[in-house]
C-alpha cells in the first residue's frame, strides 16, 4: 500500500506568491516523523522541515512551513514568498517509529515527488 | 564537518561487470541507509544498517545486489553481475537516532550508467 502520495507531479508559482505542496499519508503507528525534502537538478537531497506525530504546533523553518492536518493524514509544504531558487524537486516522506509497526526503526519511505517551477 | 561521502560520483560499466559503490558516512551516526533513485520507481529504499548490522533488506531488488558495512565508517553496495536496468542514481544516507525526529543526511550520489 502506497504510503506517501504526493499527487500533484508539478506546480509552478510566481516569485514572490506563496505555494502549497500537497503530501498524504497512510499509518497505523501513532509515532511517526514527517519530513520534506528539497533535491535542486544538481541532484543534491537537502532537508527543509520535521514534523513529529505528536507535535502540537506546526512546524516552521524560515519561509517553509508544514500544514500538519493529523486527522486527515496530511502533511502539506507551505512555501512563502517563493524565490527562483526555490525551483526544484520536492519530497515528502515520512517515518515511522515504533518498531511493532513497521517492524524496523528508522526507515524513511519518500512519495513520488512534485516538481515546482517559480516563474519571474 | 565532513558530510556523507560517495564514491564514485559517476560509473559507466558494460553490462556484467561488477560495480561496487561506496558510502562513508557521518562521524558517529549509528544508521546507515541506501537509496536508489529512478525516473520511474522515484526514490527507493534499498537497504539500511544499525550499528553496523543490516535491519531491512526488503527493497534489494535482486541478489545480484549485496551490501556490507564492516565498520562503522564505510558501506558498500555491490552489484554483481550488472545489467542496463540497474541504470540509477544510487544515495548513501545516514542519521543518528535519538528517539525521534532525526533527519537523514544524504550524500551527493553516485550516477550509475550500465551499458
Known amino acids: 500500500a502506497q504510503k506517501i502520495t504526493q499527487t500533484q507531479p508539478g506546480m509552478f508559482v510566481q516569485e514572490k506568491e506563496a505555494v502549497t505542496l500537497d503530501c498524504t499519508y497512510d499509518?497505523?503507528?501513532?509515532?511517526?516523523?514527517l519530513f520534506w525534502y528539497k533535491q535542486p537538478s544538481s541532484g543534491e537531497m537537502i532537508f527543509l522541515i520535521y514534523?513529529?506525530?505528536?507535535?502540537?504546533q506546526n512546524a516552521t523553518e524560515g519561509r517553509y512551513s508544514l500544514n500538519f492536518q493529523k486527522a486527515r493524514k496530511s502533511a502539506n509544504l507551505v512555501i512563502s514568498a517563493s524565490q527562483l531558487g526555490d525551483s526544484a524537486m520536492y519530497f515528502c516522506a515520512m517515518r515511522e517509529t515504533s518498531f511493532f509497526f513497521s517492524g524496523g526503526y528508522n526507515k524513511l519511505i519518500f512519495g513520488a515527488g512534485t516538481r515546482l517551477a517559480v516563474h519571474p | 564537518d565532513a558530510g556523507v561521502i560517495q564514491s564514485p560520483r559517476h560509473e559507466v560499466t558494460e553490462m556484467g561487470q561488477e560495480v561496487t559503490l561506496r558510502c562513508k558516512p557521518i562521524s558517529g551516526h549509528d544508521y546507515l541507509f541506501w537509496y536508489r533513485q529512478t525516473m520511474m520507481r522515484g526514490l527507493e529504499l534499498l537497504i539500511y544498517?544499525?550499528?553496523?548490522?543490516?535491519?531491512?533488506d526488503s527493497g534489494m531488488p535482486e541478489d545480484r545486489f549485496s551490501a556490507k558495512m564492516p565498520n562503522a565508517s564505510f558501506s558498500t553496495l555491490k552489484i554483481q553481475p550488472s545489467e542496463p536496468r540497474d541504470s540509477a542514481v544510487y544515495f548513501c544516507?545516514?542519521?543518528?537516532?535519538?528517539?525521534?525526529?532525526?533527519?537523514?543526511?544524504f550524500g551527493s550520489g553516485t550516477q550509475l550508467s550500465v551499458l
Open positions: 514534523q513529529g506525530s505528536y507535535d502540537q
Open positions: 544516507a545516514s542519521s543518528l537516532n535519538r528517539g525521534g525526529g532525526e533527519k537523514l543526511f
Open positions: 499509518t497505523s503507528d501513532p509515532s511517526y516523523g
Open positions: 544498517f544499525n550499528n553496523n548490522v543490516p535491519i531491512d
